[in-house]
């Protein structure tokens, strides 16, 4: 699937923006909700899935894997084909844009006797998967990939996989979730030790589809993830609550644009996904959490938001798990913000859809923000208004161009963007939510 390229130039909003918008479903969540109800046995509908490309590829590659999926009017159905029944794929499996998806995939294909080959697009053909195939490997299941571990991918599974005992050597939901996942189809019991936590979609989903999950203290900190297979997985449905990323962008403009006051409804508030909201908060953000509740296992509430100062923050490293894909937006705040910010340990930003850290520090440079990075540090000395006027390269990067629309929203000088077709990707209509808030965006 080709996205058609689209530049952007945006100027500042010339009043605050306000109203109430619903954000698109959570990413995470509709991967998984997908590829689970694929594994379910009986039928699964699932309502708030998020449409965007990636999610769609997703949904084609299990078709092509033997379940089926349909759309609905205000549902989607997948009638699951069981775990361990996935049939071999008569083309190659395009994943889009999606690391998530990618790496979650190669988890299942591990441990069902079939051969496949996984692509996407050239983003994340860019992307390293040997994190994934090192410990997958040793259930048996053969790969094949590019010089640097890079897709194209090909899995010769293994009908006869050995459960694994992995510890992950850094936080990860994926390399966890995959490790997990290649579990469900081998005889004996799967376990991760992760000593830092990360994302826990996939041990909820799991028990929402009646996995027997085991989830304990790790002697030292963190927790040891077990499921005993195989399993067997019973059609559940699923609620997808609105994306705390996505949520991230119209929240972050309503600090910054003067006179905003917005209500994001149905974000959902999973506590290893709300590093944004606590830093935010702790830069004395006005931004108050309301109707908080629990729909499909995980918490969901509205943010109230209305625009303040914000003053320099420091967010330590054992916070990257739960704000992973926020940090370019909160680096977008911290320009903005009083006083200096450093957000500490941001290695992983370097192996995302394009180099972040990188990407973030020229996005920040080219508008006039000072910033700079020591080591896997990024250092942002905050000022009450930046001049703008910058080029900003997105590097198909979805959330980079998010972040330099809401740069330029709040900057002196108007901000173009070389590309923006890859918003679709993760946040289909963002362009258009914002402008019902007021933003007044042009393409």
């Known amino acids: 699937m080709t996205a058609q390229h689209r530049p952007l130039t945006v100027s500042a909003s ?81 994943m889009g844009n999606s690391g998530t998806a990618a790496r979650l995939l190669t988890g299942l294909l ?31 299941a053969q790969f094949l990939t590019r010089e640097g571990q890079r897709l194209p991918l090909a899995v010769q599974g ?18 966890k979730s995959a490790v997990l996942l290649s579990g469900l189809n081998c005889q004996g019991t799967t376990v991760v030790e992760e000593p830092i936590l990360s994302r826990d979609h996939t041990e909820n989903m799991l028990q929402h589809f009646g996995v027997d999950v085991q989830v304990s203290p790790l002697e030292g900190g963190g927790r040891t993830i077990s499921l005993q297979g195989p399993a067997t997985l019973t059609a559940r449905d699923v609620v997808v609550p609105g994306d705390p990323s996505s949520a991230s962008f119209p929240l972050v403009a309503a600090l910054l644009v003067p006179g905003s006051d917005c209500v994001i409804e149905g974000v959902g508030l999973n506590p290893l996904r709300t590093g944004l909201f606590i830093s935010l908060q702790e830069m004395g953000a006005s931004l108050e959490i309301l109707n908080e509740r629990i729909e499909g296992g995980e918490s969901v509430g509205d943010l109230h938001v209305r625009a303040g100062t914000l003053k320099g923050v420091t967010v330590p490293p054992e916070r990257v798990p739960s704000m992973i894909d926020e940090y370019p937006i909160l680096a977008v705040a911290c320009a903005f913000a009083e006083g200096t910010s450093r957000l500490q340990g941001l290695a992983e930003l370097r192996v995302k859809e394009s180099d972040r850290l990188a990407s ?49 929203l709040a900057a002196q000088k108007p901000v173009s963007i070389d590309d923006t077709a890859f918003i679709e990707t993760s946040f289909p209509g963002f362009v258009d939510l914002m402008n019902t808030l007021g933003a007044g965006i042009t393409v």
């Open 360 to 408: 973030t520090v020229a996005l920040l440079e080219v508008n006039g923000a000072r910033v700079h990075v020591e080591g896997d540090d990024l250092i942002i000395e905050g000022q009450p208004s930046l001049p703008g006027g910058g080029q900003v390269l997105s590097h198909m990067d979805h959330r980079l161009a998010m972040s330099a629309i809401v740069l330029g």
């Open 14 to 94: 010339p009043a605050g923006l306000c109203g109430r918008v619903h954000v698109p479903g959570d990413k995470s969540i509709s991967h998984r909700s997908l590829m689970f109800a694929a594994l379910a046995q009986g039928t699964t509908q699932i309502s708030g899935l998020l449409e965007g490309e990636d999610v769609l590829c997703t949904a084609g590659a299990l078709r092509q894997l033997g379940a089926k999926i349909t759309r609905g009017e205000t549902t989607w159905r997948v009638e699951g084909c069981g775990v361990g029944q996935l049939k071999e794929p008569s083309d190659v499996l395009d």
């Open 110 to 140: 591990a441990t069902h006797p079939i051969m496949s080959v996984m692509s996407g697009d050239s983003s994340l053909r860019s992307r390293p998967m040997k994190r994934v195939t090192a410990p997958l490997s040793e259930t048996g």
């Open 158 to 175: 293994t009908g006869a996989g050995k459960p694994l005992q992995y510890r992950l050597p850094v936080a990860s939901a994926q390399v």
